[in-house]
């Protein structure tokens, strides 16, 4: 009997000790000295820029070690309000529901999201001549009303079907492409669910009929500063004339950041990218979002990004300090 | 167990020069025993968890409208898992119809045809197949299967066999059931030619001796004394099968399509539970009701799970006649 009680015992503390070790995690940072771990998740859209910031951040505090991984908006906010990463990377606005929960949130840098097609398209030639309006686009994305790629340029002979691709993680991009659409969020696009940026610009290189959209920083080669072999960013016709004109063709970076700095390109789907942490932060992760509203700012466009006006930035500034 | 120890105590009453022996015994058995019990205690502790979290969802809204609703529509508070529901049933019936026919064959010819030498080998690199992590599968899916379905089977069927209920489909893009099955049929197959190999071998050889000794072929002898004999266990191994098909989540998450519908054909996207879980994780903190839905869909996953797995276990145990599997 007495055995028998003691398992049962021991089965109990064994549980709690599991159901303890469940809620715990180890503080990361240290205030005053540099060193330690930063973790990072989120959104794909900032991906490439911070991993460039974590590199020369590195270079001033090499006792600091990074931790960056992608995902999608969605899972940096679920791991920054539950822990799992330090600072949560969110392609989006953040909603009341997350900062009811202790979302703290800075802008750092602004990007875009594109349409992207294959450049093997049928109607390719027209869409660069004409570009695609945004109530074409609605049509497709949202409503389905537009089929093929016939409807799209006004030529009923063509009937090749659209293979519309969309995000199947949470994704700020599909959330931003979605209200540039008139859409509410990411459940009201249609189309194949694809995971992640990279796969989203994989599904259409490889479908001669395909279109989706792309964070600046998948859209075109953040490297060589031109598009990804064998997609092509369908111009956007802002002002309705029926012509794709100067502005409106983006078929480089530059030409993409000038046209989201200058306000040319609309927002959304132009958009701020943000940093959210769980409370205000605190010692290594606080200098980290300091030094990246400051000096961090340097790179911004060597990155292929569009740093915030000034103003923003002080704001920032003095919200995080 | 009681006289186990028990015996271990006398000895120790009786023999003190064994007192560390009898003590150390004892120890390991309560270390062996603490450490037996945390795996099954993690499954207790995820399906309370479960319960708790889904709570709010259960609460609310019927069991029955949630499983058999159509709507996906969480920030406007519709909850139904059918399609989904639906979906993990397509993608799994498309693996088993894919892989156990392969795999009844393989395993009746490692288990009666082939010689030693290379079931020695064959049996390693199954084995091997079965070790390869689900997003190579995934990956693979997209860059092969995907465009061969796209390009070469979609045209073929719609200009010759189009009006076919179960293969005609909206969805011309090879993302779909068929390429998600037949990534998962890749994946499962080892693991259904193992349980099948196993419960082949073990038919008496008697039987089989008997047969090939009265002038049966190889092939009658399989189809007349094997098979009859083995046939509630391979009902076992294909269960077993669904059950890892069910909850297998990356690579299917990548070819098929993700779409909230219920699917009616072979070439539609669907939305397999798993992938529903993984994809909108991120989700969780934003909409009301939504982190109870995702834990309720894991629920629900669990459930399906579990009971596939307790039949393929009974099943096993009568069939080899084993108290565990």
Not at chain 1, 122 to 133: F, N, Q, R, Y
Not at chain 1, 224 to 239: E, F, K, Q
């Amino acid at each position: 009997m007495a055995r028998k009680s003691w398992r049962c015992g021991m089965a109990v503390v064994l549980f709690a000790l599991l159901l303890g070790a469940c809620g715990s995690s180890t503080p990361l940072s240290q205030p005053g000295a540099l060193k330690g771990t930063v973790t990072v998740s989120g959104a794909f859209a900032l991906y490439p820029m911070m991993t460039r910031w974590a590199e020369e951040f590195q270079k001033i505090y090499p006792d600091v070690q990074f931790d960056i991984s992608g995902g999608g908006a969605g899972k940096g906010m679920t791991d920054a309000l539950s822990g799992a990463a330090d600072i949560g990377m969110v392609s989006r606005s953040i909603k009341p529901e997350e900062e009811n929960q202790g979302a703290f949130f800075v802008g750092c840098v602004k990007d875009a999201v594109f349409p992207v097609v294959n450049a093997k398209n049928p109607v390719i030639d027209e869409i660069m001549a004409k570009g695609i309006t945004q109530d074409t686009l609605r049509k497709i994305f949202i409503t389905g009303e537009i089929k093929t790629w016939g409807e799209v340029t006004g030529r009923p002979e063509v009937r090749d079907e659209i293979h519309l691709y969309t995000r199947s993680d949470a994704a700020g991009a599909a959330e931003v492409w979605a209200q540039f659409l008139g859409g509410k969020g990411q459940a009201d696009l249609q189309g194949i669910g694809v995971n992640a940026d990279p796969g989203l610009l994989d599904a259409v290189v490889k479908d001669a009929l395909g279109i989706g959209y792309n964070n600046l920083g998948y859209a075109f080669d953040l490297a060589t500063g031109n598009l990804p072999a064998g997609t092509i960013v369908v111009p956007i016709d802002a002002n309705k004339d029926g012509r794709a004109n100067g502005d409106e063709i983006i078929s480089t970076l530059a030409q993409a950041t000038e046209a989201v700095a200058s306000g040319k390109y609309p927002a959304p789907p132009a958009r701020v990218l943000n940093l959210v942490t769980k409370g205000r932060p605190a010692g290594l992760v606080q200098t980290f979002i300091i030094w990246i509203l400051t000096d961090g700012q340097q790179y911004v466009s060597e990155a292929g990004f569009v740093q915030l006006p000034p103003e923003t930035l002080s704001q920032a500034l003095d919200k995080v300090k | 167990m009681e006289t186990e120890s028990n015996l271990s105590v006398d000895t120790n009453k009786k023999r003190p020069a064994l007192t560390w022996r009898g003590r150390s015994d004892r120890l390991a058995g309560r270390l062996f025993f603490i450490f037996s019990v945390i795996p099954v205690g993690l499954v207790l502790l995820i399906v309370v968890m479960l319960v708790i979290k889904s709570w709010p969802l259960l609460k609310t809204h019927s069991l029955w409208l949630l499983l058999s609703g159509q709507t996906w529509k969480p920030e406007e508070g519709f909850f139904g898992f059918w399609p989904f529901i639906a979906g993990t049933f397509w993608v799994t019936a498309a693996a088993l119809g894919l892989a156990v026919p392969p795999s009844l064959l393989t395993a009746i010819y490692l288990s009666e045809y082939s010689g030693r030498t290379l079931r020695a080998l064959m049996k390693p690199l199954l084995d091997l197949l079965a070790a390869i992590p689900s997003v190579i599968y995934g990956v693979w899916g997209t860059l092969a299967i995907v465009p061969i379905i796209q390009n070469n089977l979609i045209p073929f069927i719609r200009q010759y066999v189009g009006n076919i209920p179960l293969i005609s489909s909206q969805n011309s893009t090879g993302f779909g059931i068929l390429a998600g099955g037949i990534v998962l049929a890749i994946m499962i197959m080892p693991f259904i030619i193992a349980v099948l190999y196993e419960i082949l071998d073990n038919v008496p050889r008697g039987l089989k001796e008997a047969s090939l000794g009265v002038g049966a072929t190889r092939l009658q002898t399989v189809r007349w004394a094997v098979l009859p004999k083995v046939l509630p266990g391979l009902v076992a191994g294909i269960v077993f099968g669904a059950s890892r098909a069910l909850g297998e989540t990356m690579a299917v998450l990548m070819v098929v399509g993700n779409v909230a519908q219920t699917p009616h054909s072979l070439l539609d996207a669907a939305y397999p539970l798993p992938a529903l879980i993984a994809n909108n994780y991120g989700e969780m903190m934003s909409i009301p009701l939504y982190d109870s839905a995702l834990m309720t869909s894991a629920l629900i996953l669990l459930i399906l799970i579990l009971i596939f797995n307790i039949t393929s276990a009974l099943i096993l145990r009568r069939v080899l006649g084993r108290k565990w599997v």
